[in-house]
């Protein structure tokens, strides 16, 4: 369950950079569930408001390869053709998520009684497949796995024996479900791992597939990514789907993601800089290897919303520190950063305490209020933490895991901004 949970973290926060394949648009995914016998909604794809002729309830969708659109802007409703073209003319051109809006999948609106939420990925712990499956589809998934993990039913099973269709009813009968209702469930739970498996797909998902009040489901929004190694196996996605062959995975690097890397790039020193932008209010400076993405996901447990990912490490220049620090705070609605790291040998404390607290100053803010945490042991740390108490910098030592700094980070970023409200 892990490993579904950072698939589902940098799916939805920052498109997809750490998956081996190809993500699939919307409408691609839809043309090969309609293939395959699920119902979607009736749609367009277009590039420009012009070609709108449809009339009604509708729904325009930004064609990106990330998750989190509808939170993003990327999904809004429309009453009519000429408000669709008013809207469809506010998206085209415009950037959702870090990727520019191209096309827009525009779609009736359909009455609803119902939504669920199925998807099919890998638990990379137990290697196997992994079914899932809950009655509360459309909404954020990772969040509802944290707080009611209950609600996700879940089954895993074997390449080598396949899924078959009465396991796929037991896992629907599991949520509850009944009568006709669960066996039109159950068949398009049935069908979509018939497509991951067909497709070599690391993640096959419907959310939500909604029930209409006419009694039938619709796939209203879903996603196909394919394992790149085997991509060389599906000729069919191209020549049957018109779906080429590309690197979709890979989105462009924003200009405050250029701006680290230029930070990085000022001398031959350590790292500081391998940058990721998020949408939230807590910037990181974080390392360690595998500590590093331990930091982030206990910054997300915890409640918090990272505003970068950003590894440092090997030493780097207190001037690159410096400079990361002040680019971090630059960032719009960043008051405050955490500074993580696993116990380091290789990257001197004090230098990393001294570009912090010089980017911070130089920021003109004040090092006790802008870092919420310091936790890095290691190398020259008496010295560092010298430092951090000249300037009343909260400082963890080695006593202190990643998992109590981060979450000491979370609670005075939600200290202050109780202060803000008064």
């Not at 998206?91 to 520019?100: C, D, H, Q, S, T």
């Not at 990925?121 to 009611?148: C, N, Q, R, W």
């Not at 996603?223 to 996605?237: C, G, K, N, S």
């Amino acid at each position: 369950m892990n490993r579904i949970l950072t698939c589902f973290l940098f799916d939805k926060t920052g498109g997809g950079h750490y998956k081996n394949g190809m993500r699939l648009l919307e409408y691609e995914s839809k043309k090969i569930f309609q293939h395959h016998g699920i119902r979607i909604p009736r749609g367009v794809l277009i590039t420009s408001p012009e070609e709108i002729q449809e009339e009604g309830d509708l729904v325009l969708k930004a064609q990106i390869p990330s998750g989190g659109r509808g939170k993003a802007g990327g999904v809004i409703f429309a009453s009519g053709r000429t408000e669709a073209k008013s809207l469809a003319n506010r998206l085209l051109g415009n950037g959702i998520r870090g990727y520019e809006v191209r096309q827009l999948l525009i779609e009736e609106k359909l009455p609803l009684e119902r939504e669920y939420y199925l998807g099919v990925t890998y638990d990379t712990t137990a290697k196997t497949p992994l079914v899932l499956f809950s009655v509360e589809g459309g909404v954020d998934i990772e969040e509802l796995a944290k707080v009611e993990r209950e609600k996700i039913i879940t089954r895993v099973f074997k390449l080598t024996r396949g899924f078959l269709e009465h396991q796929a009813r037991e896992v629907v009968a599991k949520a509850g479900i009944k009568g006709k209702e669960l066996l039109q469930v159950s068949e398009v739970l049935f069908k979509l791992v018939e497509i991951f498996i067909r497709y070599d797909a690391t993640l096959a998902e419907i959310n939500p597939l909604g029930r209409t009040s006419q009694g039938e489901v619709v796939a209203l929004d879903g996603h196909l990514e394919i394992e790149e190694d085997a991509l060389y196996r599906h000729p069919e996605l191209e020549r049957v789907f018109g779906i080429p062959r590309r690197d979709t995975g890979i989105r462009q690097a924003t200009e405050f993601e250029r701006e680290a890397a230029r930070i990085d790039s000022l001398d031959h020193r350590g790292v500081a800089g391998r940058m990721i932008e998020f949408e939230g209010e807590l910037g990181l400076i974080i390392g360690g290897g595998g500590a590093s993405l331990t930091a982030f996901d206990a910054i997300r447990n915890h409640g918090g919303k990272p505003a970068n990912y950003c590894e440092i490490g090997g030493n780097p220049s207190v001037r690159k520190v410096c400079e990361l620090t002040k680019l971090i705070l630059s960032k719009p609605g960043v008051k405050q950063i955490a500074v993580i790291m696993n116990v380091v040998s290789n990257t001197r404390v004090d230098l990393v305490a001294r570009g912090v607290i010089k980017g911070v100053i130089e920021s003109g803010r004040l090092p006790s209020e802008a870092i919420a945490v310091f936790r890095v042991p290691g190398s020259w740390e008496r010295e560092g933490f010298k430092i951090l108490e000249k300037y009343g910098v909260p400082y963890c030592d080695r006593t202190v895991s990643i998992d109590e700094a981060a979450r000491r980070a979370v609670m005075r970023v939600k200290e202050e901004k109780s202060k803000v409200k008064g």
